[in-house]
């Protein structure tokens, strides 16, 4: 089973982070959380890995809507979307698809699920249309 939604942008890590929180920004989700996953790999396994970052993205009117369907769904929230390096000039950007969570919970989500998936696929197709235009 897919479980996330991904574009591959011929874009430096920097600069496809910052273009996530804005794609993001513009389908209406904001950051909760941030975790620098290779600082911490550093710090705590002393390994290295390629830079990358999971940005907890949420939107508060699905996120409401879905613990109102499910109170447990808080568990999974909120939308994590990581942004990989995988070379200098190439960055992965992936989310955790929402029609996942229909596993989950089942289809009293499914409307939550869709609208969450429509909006993130809407921010990653606006970074792939932005990597064309590098």
């Known amino acids: 089973m897919e479980y996330t939604i991904s574009r591959t942008l011929r874009m430096p890590y920097d600069d496809a982070v910052a273009a996530t929180r804005d794609a993001l920004s513009d389908e209406g989700f904001g950051i909760l959380t941030e975790i620098d996953l290779a600082a911490t790999m550093k710090a705590k396994l002393d390994v290295d890995l390629p830079p990358q970052v999971i940005?907890?993205?949420?939107?508060?009117?699905?996120?409401?809507?879905?613990?109102?369907?499910?109170?447990?769904?808080?568990?999974?929230?909120p939308c994590n979307v990581v942004v990989r390096s995988v070379d200098?000039?190439?960055?992965?950007?992936?989310?955790?698809?929402?029609?996942?969570?229909?596993?989950l919970a089942g289809g009293a989500l499914e409307s939550v699920a869709t609208d969450a998936k429509h909006r993130l696929t809407s921010a990653l197709d606006a970074l792939a249309a932005l990597d064309k235009e590098h």
């Open 55 to 77: 940005l907890g993205a949420c939107r508060p009117a699905l996120a409401h809507a879905a613990i109102q369907v499910d109170p447990s769904i808080a568990a999974v929230l």
């Open 88 to 103: 200098a000039a190439t960055t992965v950007v992936e989310a955790f698809d929402p029609d996942a969570m229909m596993g």
